[in-house]
């Protein structure tokens, strides 16, 4: 018999000794009855047996499942210690780490900025030196300049002064300097050239028949000092050495613009009149350049040339007489073989004057 059992017969008796106990003298239990209330307590057994074996086992179970719940607990709480110290761990590694970085790339920095100031100290210094080997070529350069223009200045006269005719060992001379100028210039690209440096070069060119390159110099005065009487008079007398007359003439005119009471301007001016055949004018422009100049032989003479040419020959005589009155070998000579005299060479008076 198993405990079920046994705990339930004990109920039962114990039932019947209390009814027995209760009982009137008259009751009697029949068996029927009897079998009923066992029945009964046996029910009541079984349920009272079956809540508290639930009970046992729930309790069980969770006896059993205490140790591993202690267990994961005790496993996810050494997990998230672990995570923190970990994480902890790694923060202040990567702190050590960015800081001893930081104090290395310092002092690296440093090193280098040490280094790179060095360097542009040694840098500063070859620069100065260089600067300063180049200043110091440069003054020479300025100096030979300067030498050389002082050279020109008292071998080179105005074109608008000479007509044209220098001896050929002073134009030799200024050759060869103009060829150390433009050595020099050459060697020296930022040498510095003032506006007079300019003209005195141009009249250097101009009597070493560089008319083209004494033009380009007279133009470069004319750009920086456009109220420079000298350099427009120059400007045209190369003008009229290239053949472009008109252009020539407009030089002048602008000479004379900003100078009226020079005479060279004005006898430029006859000139261009004349190669133009503009002989009128050009007597006209002559006899300005004779108003402020009387003594100018080369207008006197000019003006000879134009009256021969308009058939006007008494005029012609007495303008030759006294250009050669005022330089008498100079224009007989000119006379002799200017074809402009053609039509007056058999007159008596003609011979007579370049005859004497």
Known sequence: MNIKNRVGLAVAMLLLTATSATATPTSTLTDKEKLEISNQVQEEVDRAFNHTTALMNILLVVLTMLPILAAAGVWLLRRSVISEVVAETKKRLEEEVEKQLEKEVAAELKNQTAAFKQELEALKSNFLNQLSELNNLYLDAQSQKEQIFQQLSGLTPSPSLTQDYVHPEIQQKIQDLTTQLETLKSENPRLFFTANDYLKQGDALFFENRYEDALACYEKVTQREPDSYIAWVNHGWALRKLGRYSEALISYEKAISIQ?????????????????????????????????????????????????????????????????????????????????????????????????
């Open 260 to 356: 009226a009471d020079h005479y060279i301007a004005w006898f430029g001016c006859g000139n261009c009149l004349r190669n133009l055949q503009k002989y009128a004018d050009a007597v006209t422009s002559y006899e300005e350049a004779l108003k402020l100049q009387p003594d100018f032989h080369w207008a006197w003479f000019h003006i000879a040339r134009c009256y021969t040419l308009q058939g006007e020959i008494e005029l012609a005589i007495k303008n030759l007489t006294q250009a050669i009155k005022l330089r008498g070998d100079q224009h007989r000579k000119s006379a002799q073989t200017n074809p402009d005299f053609d039509p007056i060479r058999q007159d008596e008076r003609f011979q007579k004057l370049i005859a004497s």
